[in-house]
């Protein structure tokens, strides 16, 4: 890892990659805002990729204003809308995938990609059957699998219905994916 990729955590401490870590900015009248793309003018600091850090932060009394050497105004949905940010983000992934070609649907199409290994990665609906899940990762193996999402969201994501098994192919979209979902990953579950 370079250098420019780490920032610190002002909560922590701890010294991560810039993808374990979400980025924030305070504009001129205090207000906090997520900033995932570095685009909003005002000073930028970043928190670790986790809704209970975030959440931890939001019950303590103004935290920031002493880290930050300023008053800072964050709305108390702050982890909510993060969450909203991240999951949007790792659908739009998913969809991207699809129209560059880097997305396999279906049992079947699924089970045939990972046996030829052109699998990055499978996508599993959390409420998929369990015999399907089941032989799926039989069939994946070490094939990193993510679970994030139910029928629904993957179906109304792609615009098909009941979209169960997905697999994202060997590719640099498929490395953009992969990145999307593990931040979305990582802030529900850290």
């Known amino acids: 890892m370079t250098e420019e990729l780490e920032r610190k955590c002002v909560w922590t401490g701890k010294v991560l990659s810039k993808t374990e870590l979400l980025r924030f900015v305070v504009l001129k009248n ?3 805002l997520p900033d995932f793309n570095k ?3 005002g000073r930028g600091f970043y928190l670790s990729n986790s809704k209970q850090l975030l959440n931890d932060l939001m019950t303590k009394k103004k935290p920031l204003n002493k880290i930050l050497h300023k008053d800072v105004i964050m709305s108390e949905d702050m982890p909510q809308v993060v ?3 991240l999951r949007k983000k790792a659908t739009d992934s998913i969809n991207l995938a699809r129209k560059a070609g ?3 649907l279906g049992f079947e199409k699924v089970k045939e990609c ?3 290994g052109k699998a990055a990665f499978v996508i599993l609906a959390s409420d998929a059957g369990a015999d399907g ?3 799926i990762a039989e069939i994946a193996g070490e094939t990193e699998t993510f679970t994030l999402f139910d029928v629904e969201t993957l179906s109304q994501t792609l615009n ?3 979209t169960v098994y997905l697999v994202v192919k060997k590719s640099s ?3 953009m994916v992969r990145l999307a979902l593990m931040r979305y990953q990582t802030y529900l579950n850290m």
Do not use: A, P, S
Request: glycine content about 8%; some cysteine.
């Open 30 to 32: 205090g207000t906090c």
């Open 39 to 41: 685009k909003i003018d």
């Open 83 to 85: 969450e909203q940010i």
């Open 102 to 104: 880097d997305l396999v």
């Open 114 to 116: 990972i046996k030829k």
């Open 133 to 135: 899940k089941q032989k």
């Open 160 to 162: 098909r219905e009941n």
């Open 173 to 175: 979209i498929g490395t």
